[in-house]
């Protein structure tokens, strides 16, 4: 049994008057203790994705379709009440960027003891002795202080533990984690990661939901891999094995294109076009245009066909049609 | 009409709130410019015989105690705002914005010489100021005027200088600096036209508080004084008779709302408008 | 040197500013000040001693200084009328123009937050168009008119409240409240109007910040958010605001003062330069800068005080 089911999610952007689909038929699953990394270039709609498990879309988007299976409801249908409750407590998400994450105006302690006491029935007392537990599992030096300190007067890098200090506080089961460490120093992206995995995974067998561009931080920190573009998710698998052999043209290029120590000088690879923007997506396969191996059969309106190769090997291309 | 008329009808743009309150501000200048001829009776010609009569054919907005047309005497009455509104709001331009301009495009010393006093007559409550200007200076609508203008001249300057520092930052004026541009030029030239829309907008707002200004002096009986008439006048010689004739109160009132109302309508849609020319322009 | 010893220092300037601006005013009449001041009832032997008093034969400079040393030292003057000092006329008249002020200013708060917030947590519902009626039609009407109507409403017509005149604490605070309740009224519509205006931009400029969808992302609930956080980050502009329209409502005591027949500062202003009591004329103006000044400073430093970054200290 998994701990997170997402089956056909479908979510809508607002422009202009017409409704249009931003994220289409997105399908995959999380268990417990293992973290999936959602792998796309910015615009492919994963942090969309994030944001509509989490019933946190902005006033112009909304849930159209699908269903999202956790803890035995489906979050697509429960109440604004019944998911409140979710988020932060069974539910942790961490967001991008640690400078506008945090209210500015309260103490950290005060904001960590603030999740905790609307989780749980804890005094301000108690709240403060939890917090000052947190910080010191998320290796914050000299906690004590810092549970009075404003978040201006932290560096990213422990703004960003902080965060992720409320965002475990209530011990979730699941923890979404969009960009965790995109604003941060190479060295600091590091040690968060290994926070996350050393205290959501190992620690408590929780699940992680992974979203980044970057392929070093999969490669690092997961277990499996969806790669999403224009909206779909178009490979999904272990980090080995579509690292070692990746099946879909879009995972190929993507791999070929990051930059490695055995990249040779002037060769950078890219990509040839652009990913489209939500209204001028083609029909049919949404790669179509940029990919090295077309065919005419990728024009299909019904789309590329998804291919399962094995118990967590899925791919959508007609090349591994049977 | 024609299928091809009233479907053209059917397509007018909705008016703006700018454009409503610039409609009224025009209907009220109008009316002001041509009370002389358009009032159904002298504003002094007295008809005992009519004193404290409500609203009638004969007195649309009914008569004072001494049986003077109210409708009249208003229109005369939002004459002397507006002139006072108009006039004091040219002047505090006229003084504030050269000062404005070398505040904030010379910086420094200048600015600061400029700015203490700025400051100083800042510090009263604009009301106060104007009692003790208008004790000084007894009543007389151009002195008034005058007065109020002073009393708000500093905000041009506050906001003409914002403005102005602003733009002088830009890169052009930096290349107008390089090209050997006296500094009055690229003050005139350069900065002035850029930086002058929040100023206008400012202005426009300022029209309605110098209209409010000017009839509360004039209510507490140190403004305009008899026979000149004033809306604020009117209001505090109706208020004794209130009780038995309403009338007296309301008419006046009510004109002194719809001119302010004009022109805040007029300056929240200005800076728009104004940006959309300038874009235009460009 | 803290921030807030630097701030008291930049007012200097102002002070000294104010103090002359004041000092010259009746030195700008034209003709003798002391004839000025004795108006008709002037008399050589009297026109005589108000010089002597006045030190009004001496240089100019000589006399600000007379006159500024007697400020510091508690002496404002005369009231030639009545031969009153004058720091005991607004001894009396002080206290009610401050409660009028303070009365009028929790009026608009209670009215002008909660409307500005729920507009701008609910974009174009009825709050929304409430507020916007509200704000333009607090600025542009006279107060000494709705003063007038209030009276004509609530007093003439359905008697609940009288129509002017007021009532000291000591013969009954209700009777006190009731007698500075239309004239609080009138004031506190021109500053809701203000106030509203200012609340509802500044919560939807809070609501679209990133930590307010980490706040839903934590599970609180939005009245918690809205409360707690949302008000707190909001409130820097409004109370700014705040300490800016002090001066109108300064200003509009004067006015209002006028109308409901309050014995306070403005009032005392008013008649004062009706009877061309110029001392008395100055004290007033010295004491409604001098409070204007001292809100402002006030504000300043409660702004500092909410906004942690600005605490002198911050990275």
């Given at each position: 049994m998994s701990l997170l089911e997402v089956d056909h999610l479908r979510t809508e952007f607002e422009t202009g008057g017409n409704w249009q689909e931003a994220v289409s038929d997105i399908s995959f699953d999380l268990a417990g203790g293992e973290a999936l990394g959602l792998v796309g270039e910015s615009g492919c709609g994963k942090s969309t994705v994030a944001f509509s498990l989490m019933r946190l879309l902005p006033g112009n988007a909304r849930l159209a379709g699908g269903r999202i299976g956790f803890d035995g409801k489906d979050l697509a249908r429960i109440d604004e009440d019944e998911m409140r409750r979710m988020r932060g407590g069974r539910i942790g998400m961490m967001?991008?960027?640690?400078?506008?994450?945090?209210?500015?105006?309260?103490?950290?302690?005060?904001?960590?003891?603030?999740?905790?006491?609307?989780?749980?029935?804890?005094?301000?007392?108690?709240?403060?002795?939890?917090?000052?537990?947190?910080?010191?599992?998320?290796?914050?030096?000299?906690?004590e202080e810092r549970l009075d300190a404003y978040p201006h007067e932290l560096s990213g890098g422990m703004r960003q533990r902080a965060a992720l200090a409320i965002a475990i506080a209530c011990r979730p089961r699941l923890l979404i984690a969009d960009e965790p460490t995109t604003a941060l120093d190479v060295t600091i992206q590091a040690q968060i990661l290994r926070l996350i995995r050393s205290l959501l995974i190992e620690e408590r067998g929780a699940g992680v939901l992974l979203i980044t561009h970057d392929l070093g931080v999969v490669a690092h920190t997961c277990d499996r891999v969806a790669i999403m573009y224009a909206g779909e998710i178009v490979e999904t698998g272990t980090v080995a094995s579509v690292f070692a052999n990746p099946l879909h043209p879009y995972t190929q290029a993507l791999l070929e294109a990051?930059?490695?120590?055995?990249?040779?000088?002037?060769?950078?690879?890219?990509?040839?076009?652009?990913?489209?923007?939500?209204?001028?997506?083609?029909?049919?396969?949404?790669?179509?245009?940029?990919?090295?191996?077309?065919?005419?059969?990728?024009?299909?309106?019904?789309?590329?066909?998804?291919?399962?190769?094995?118990?967590?090997?899925?791919?959508?291309?007609?090349?591994?049609?049977? | 009409?024609?299928?091809?008329?009233?479907?053209?009808?059917?397509?007018?743009?909705?008016?703006?709130?700018?454009?409503?309150?610039?409609?009224?501000?025009?209907?009220?200048?109008?009316?002001?410019?041509?009370?002389?001829?358009?009032?159904?009776?002298?504003?002094?010609?007295?008809?005992?015989?009519?004193?404290?009569?409500?609203?009638?054919?004969?007195?649309?907005?009914?008569?004072?105690?001494?049986?003077?047309?109210?409708?009249?005497?208003?229109?005369?009455?939002?004459?002397?705002?507006?002139?006072?509104?108009?006039?004091?709001?040219?002047?505090?331009?006229?003084?504030?914005?050269?000062?404005?301009?070398?505040?904030?495009?010379?910086?420094?010393?200048?600015?600061?010489?400029?700015?203490?006093?700025?400051?100083?007559?800042?510090?009263?409550?604009?009301?106060?100021?104007?009692?003790?200007?208008?004790?000084?200076?007894?009543?007389?609508?151009?002195?008034?005027?005058?007065?109020?203008?002073?009393?708000?001249?500093?905000?041009?300057?506050?906001?003409?200088?914002?403005?102005?520092?602003?733009?002088?930052?830009?890169?052009?004026?930096?290349?107008?600096?390089?090209?050997?541009?006296?500094?009055?030029?690229?003050?005139?030239?350069?900065?002035?036209?850029?930086?002058?829309?929040?100023?206008?907008?400012?202005?426009?707002?300022?029209?309605?508080?110098?209209?409010?200004?000017?009839?509360?002096?004039?209510?507490?009986?140190?403004?305009?004084?008899?026979?000149?008439?004033?809306?604020?006048?009117?209001?505090?010689?109706?208020?004794?008779?209130?009780?038995?004739?309403?009338w007296l109160v309301i008419c006046p009132g009510l004109g002194i709302l719809v001119a302010v109302l004009g022109f805040n309508?007029?300056?929240?849609?200005?800076?728009?408008?104004?940006?959309?020319?300038?874009?235009?322009?460009? | 040197m803290t921030s807030t010893v630097r701030r008291l220092l930049l007012l200097l300037p102002t002070l000294f500013g104010v103090s002359i601006v004041v000092f010259l005013l009746l030195r700008l009449i034209p003709g003798d000040p002391a004839q000025v001041i004795m108006g008709l009832?002037?008399?050589?032997?009297?026109?005589?001693?108000?010089?002597?008093?006045?030190?009004?034969?001496?240089?100019?400079?000589?006399?600000?200084?007379?006159?500024?040393?007697?400020?510091?030292?508690?002496?404002?003057?005369?009231?030639?009328?009545?031969?009153?000092?004058?720091?005991?006329?607004?001894?009396?008249?002080?206290?009610?123009?401050?409660?009028?002020?303070?009365?009028?200013?929790?009026?608009?708060?209670?009215?002008?937050?909660?409307?500005g917030v729920r507009a701008a947590v609910h974009p174009n519902g009825i709050a929304d168009k409430a507020a916007s009626v509200l704000g333009l039609i607090g600025i542009s009407i006279p107060d000494f008119w709705l003063g007038i109507l209030l009276v004509l409403v609530f007093s003439l017509t359905l008697g609940l409240f009288p129509s002017s005149g007021f009532v000291p604490f000591s013969d009954g605070i209700l009777a006190n409240l009731r007698a500075f309740a239309l004239p609080a009224l009138t004031l506190a519509t021109g500053l809701s109007a203000v106030l509203v205006r200012v609340t509802r931009s500044a919560v939807t400029e809070v609501l679209s910040r990133d930590f307010v969808r980490f706040l839903k992302a934590k599970g609180l609930p939005p009245r918690a958010i809205i409360n707690r956080h949302v008000l707190r980050n909001a409130s820097v502009p409004i109370i700014t605001v705040i300490g800016m329209q002090f001066g109108y409502l300064l200003g509009g005591a004067v006015i209002v003062e006028q109308v409901f027949d309050l014995p306070g500062v403005g009032s005392l202003i008013v008649t004062a330069t009706m009877e061309r009591n110029y001392p008395v004329v100055q004290a007033g103006m010295l004491v409604v800068a001098l409070l204007f000044i001292l809100v402002n400073l006030g504000t300043d430093l409660l702004y500092a005080w909410l906004n942690p970054r600005l605490r002198g200290g911050a990275r």
């Amino acid at each position: 049994m998994s701990l997170l089911e997402v089956d056909h999610l479908r979510t809508e952007f607002e422009t202009g008057g017409n409704w249009q689909e931003a994220v289409s038929d997105i399908s995959f699953d999380l268990a417990g203790g293992e973290a999936l990394g959602l792998v796309g270039e910015s615009g492919c709609g994963k942090s969309t994705v994030a944001f509509s498990l989490m019933r946190l879309l902005p006033g112009n988007a909304r849930l159209a379709g699908g269903r999202i299976g956790f803890d035995g409801k489906d979050l697509a249908r429960i109440d604004e009440d019944e998911m409140r409750r979710m988020r932060g407590g069974r539910i942790g998400m961490m967001f991008q960027n640690p400078m506008t994450a945090l209210d500015p105006a309260f103490r950290i302690g005060s904001q960590i003891g603030e999740t905790l006491q609307t989780h749980f029935d804890v005094d301000r007392k108690e709240a403060r002795r939890m917090a000052l537990e947190l910080l010191k599992s998320v290796a914050i030096p000299a906690a004590e202080e810092r549970l009075d300190a404003y978040p201006h007067e932290l560096s990213g890098g422990m703004r960003q533990r902080a965060a992720l200090a409320i965002a475990i506080a209530c011990r979730p089961r699941l923890l979404i984690a969009d960009e965790p460490t995109t604003a941060l120093d190479v060295t600091i992206q590091a040690q968060i990661l290994r926070l996350i995995r050393s205290l959501l995974i190992e620690e408590r067998g929780a699940g992680v939901l992974l979203i980044t561009h970057d392929l070093g931080v999969v490669a690092h920190t997961c277990d499996r891999v969806a790669i999403m573009y224009a909206g779909e998710i178009v490979e999904t698998g272990t980090v080995a094995s579509v690292f070692a052999n990746p099946l879909h043209p879009y995972t190929q290029a993507l791999l070929e294109a990051a930059p490695n120590a055995r990249t040779p000088r002037g060769s950078l690879a890219t990509i040839p076009g652009r990913v489209p923007a939500l209204g001028k997506r083609p029909s049919g396969c949404r790669f179509r245009g940029r990919c090295a191996f077309e065919r005419p059969d990728c024009a299909d309106p019904a789309g590329p066909p998804r291919v399962r190769l094995d118990k967590h090997r899925e791919v959508a291309c007609v090349l591994h049609a049977a | 009409m024609s299928v091809a008329a009233s479907s053209r009808l059917r397509t007018l743009p909705k008016p703006t709130p700018a454009a409503i309150g610039a409609a009224i501000v025009l209907f009220l200048a109008v009316l002001a410019l041509l009370a002389p001829y358009i009032s159904p009776y002298d504003s002094e010609s007295m008809d005992f015989n009519a004193v404290l009569s409500p609203p009638s054919l004969a007195h649309l907005f009914g008569t004072d105690n001494f049986g003077r047309d109210v409708l009249t005497r208003a229109l005369f009455g939002l004459r002397v705002s507006l002139i006072a509104a108009i006039g004091s709001v040219a002047a505090a331009m006229v003084v504030g914005v050269p000062l404005g301009l070398m505040a904030g495009y010379r910086r420094g010393f200048v600015d600061a010489v400029i700015m203490r006093p700025v400051d100083v007559i800042m510090a009263f409550p604009a009301i106060v100021l104007v009692v003790a200007l208008a004790g000084v200076f007894r009543q007389s609508l151009g002195l008034m005027t005058l007065a109020i203008g002073f009393v708000y001249f500093p905000i041009i300057v506050r906001v003409m200088r914002g403005a102005a520092i602003e733009v002088s930052d830009a890169l052009f004026v930096e290349g107008a600096r390089a090209r050997g541009a006296s500094h009055v030029r690229i003050m005139a030239r350069h900065v002035l036209p850029n930086a002058i829309t929040p100023v206008l907008v400012q202005a426009s707002a300022l029209m309605g508080v110098a209209i409010l200004m000017e009839a509360a002096i004039s209510f507490i009986g140190l403004g305009v004084q008899p026979p000149t008439p004033s809306l604020g006048l009117m209001l505090s010689d109706g208020r004794s008779y209130m009780g038995d004739a309403p009338w007296l109160v309301i008419c006046p009132g009510l004109g002194i709302l719809v001119a302010v109302l004009g022109f805040n309508l007029m300056g929240d849609g200005l800076p728009r408008l104004l940006d959309a020319a300038n874009r235009r322009r460009k | 040197m803290t921030s807030t010893v630097r701030r008291l220092l930049l007012l200097l300037p102002t002070l000294f500013g104010v103090s002359i601006v004041v000092f010259l005013l009746l030195r700008l009449i034209p003709g003798d000040p002391a004839q000025v001041i004795m108006g008709l009832r002037a008399t050589p032997e009297g026109l005589a001693a108000i010089t002597r008093d006045l030190g009004l034969d001496l240089p100019l400079h000589e006399q600000y200084v007379r006159w500024l040393g007697a400020l510091f030292s508690g002496d404002f003057g005369r009231d030639y009328r009545s031969n009153v000092p004058v720091t005991q006329l607004l001894a009396t008249r002080l206290p009610v123009t401050l409660e009028l002020t303070l009365l009028s200013l929790l009026l608009a708060l209670i009215v002008a937050v909660p409307l500005g917030v729920r507009a701008a947590v609910h974009p174009n519902g009825i709050a929304d168009k409430a507020a916007s009626v509200l704000g333009l039609i607090g600025i542009s009407i006279p107060d000494f008119w709705l003063g007038i109507l209030l009276v004509l409403v609530f007093s003439l017509t359905l008697g609940l409240f009288p129509s002017s005149g007021f009532v000291p604490f000591s013969d009954g605070i209700l009777a006190n409240l009731r007698a500075f309740a239309l004239p609080a009224l009138t004031l506190a519509t021109g500053l809701s109007a203000v106030l509203v205006r200012v609340t509802r931009s500044a919560v939807t400029e809070v609501l679209s910040r990133d930590f307010v969808r980490f706040l839903k992302a934590k599970g609180l609930p939005p009245r918690a958010i809205i409360n707690r956080h949302v008000l707190r980050n909001a409130s820097v502009p409004i109370i700014t605001v705040i300490g800016m329209q002090f001066g109108y409502l300064l200003g509009g005591a004067v006015i209002v003062e006028q109308v409901f027949d309050l014995p306070g500062v403005g009032s005392l202003i008013v008649t004062a330069t009706m009877e061309r009591n110029y001392p008395v004329v100055q004290a007033g103006m010295l004491v409604v800068a001098l409070l204007f000044i001292l809100v402002n400073l006030g504000t300043d430093l409660l702004y500092a005080w909410l906004n942690p970054r600005l605490r002198g200290g911050a990275r």
